[in-house]
């Protein structure tokens, strides 16, 4: 099956800093999707994606659809305390009823 | 509030038993899914269900099987349970199987086998 490869698996940062992590496949995708799970909750969707090529921002939060169609990554500027938790990336295939196909996580702690 | 409910929320049960786990999609949603989270695996795709037809299958285990109700609602049944079956079981749901329909997550189910 496809493989989605998310890095880096951890970061520990200082609260201001900004933050970078992507994805890569072996395969393309119709849409890219970014999810920030908090501990015991579920995956809840920060940023959709598209087209190839599509930059969408949702405050902090910048993401970039690839435009091979087989990677994305996410940044989130100037991070506070509260983004604390793990980001997913997710790829979705329409003709697979929609499904997605999760990368490993990367899991994000902020020094105040 | 994703809008997706799940219960248990958690569940303690026997290797060898039989746990049924239950979600409400979202309103008007057609699409369920159900996913398995476990700490060496990730996030899993286990079956997708559309409108009471069994629609995609992922890694989901012989011993485990799920079914859609008319009023959409989805149980996942998972038997003979393993001490590995311990996992959060998360579901999910979408509008149809269009292009491009956003996946909401539950907050899942934990199961603990011991």
Same mark, same amino acid.
């Given at each position: ?16 800093? #900004? ?18 799970? #908090? ?8 940023? !959709? ?21 087989? #990677? ?17 990336? !997710?790829?979705?295939?329409?003709? !697979? ?16 | 509030?994703? @809008? ?14 039989? *746990?049924?786990?239950? &979600?409400?999609?979202?309103? @008007? ?21 559309? /409108? ?6 992922? /890694? ?30 998360? &579901? ?7 292009? @491009? ?11 603990? *086998?011991?």
């Amino acid at each position: 099956g496809q493989q989605l490869n998310q890095s880096p698996q951890s970061m520990f940062i200082q609260e201001g800093e #900004d933050v970078s992590m992507n994805c890569t496949s072996s395969s393309i995708f119709n849409t890219w999707l970014w999810y920030k799970q #908090d501990p015991g909750e579920g995956p809840v969707l920060l940023i !959709a994606l598209y087209k190839a090529g599509e930059l969408t921002s949702n405050g902090r939060l910048t993401a970039q659809f690839g435009i091979t169609r087989k #990677d994305s990554f996410l940044n989130i500027s100037a991070s506070i305390p509260s983004d604390v938790g793990i980001y997913f990336c !997710a790829g979705q295939l329409w003709n !697979a009823g929609n499904m997605l196909t999760f990368g490993g996580g990367t899991r994000l702690m902020v020094k105040p | 509030d994703s @809008g997706v409910t799940q219960t248990p929320k958690h569940l303690i049960t026997a290797t060898g038993q039989r *746990v049924t786990l239950r &979600c409400s999609p979202r309103s @008007g949603d057609l699409s369920v899914y159900w996913y398995q989270q476990s700490l060496d695996q990730g996030l899993q795709f286990l079956i997708q269900y559309y /409108n009471g037809e069994e629609r995609a299958k992922g /890694n989901i285990l012989e011993r485990f099987s799920a079914q859609q109700f008319p009023d959409l609602h989805s149980e996942l049944n998972l038997s003979s349970l393993e001490l590995g079956d311990s996992a959060l079981y998360f &579901c999910a749901s979408s509008g149809s199987t269009g292009t @491009g329909n956003t996946i909401y997550f539950g907050e899942g189910s934990w199961l603990t *086998v011991v």
